[in-house]
């Protein structure tokens, strides 16, 4: 149980920073809602796979009576052949769970790898935030992975920041920075 909820968690974690980290167009509308999305499906599955346990007939039986050598110095193994339930397929699990409970928990952290960046990518671009200025939007290249070797010259940002704040009504133009 402890896997699976860590996998169902962490999964959409690094989906929120693989989002932005190769998708500079990525914003805060995308990233919550592909991270509270792909959160909920995982937790839903991790919690349908804890109840219906489609894996549990998978370990085969004790037996306790079996001796483990004969007289001839080999195992007898004729006690160990019970038949399994022919309703299990060992690699699929039971057929009866459904299709998702059946996913092994290994993979809950690429799923939500993979679903974060899938609502998170296309929410970006349905619903931008609000304009940004040049610097800011290059600042947020610049810290993506496409534009890691890209320098940000050090003057323009006091003077970026000024303008901001002067435009956002924080400063009043006879303050100097």
Known sequence: ACLSVMGAVAGPLVGLFFLGIFFPKANKNGAILGLVLSEMFLIWICIGANIYTPYKDYVLPTNL?????????????SSLTQPLAERIDLHYGDQSVFYLYRISPFLYSIIGIIL???????????FPTEPQTAYQRRTQHALTYFGRHEPLESGDSVKEKERLLYHRGRLSPNVQI
């Open 116 to 126: 974060t960046a899938i609502v998170g990518v296309p929410t970006s671009l349905l």
């Open 65 to 77: 009576t079996c001796t483990t050598q004969s007289s001839s110095g080999f195992a007898n193994h």
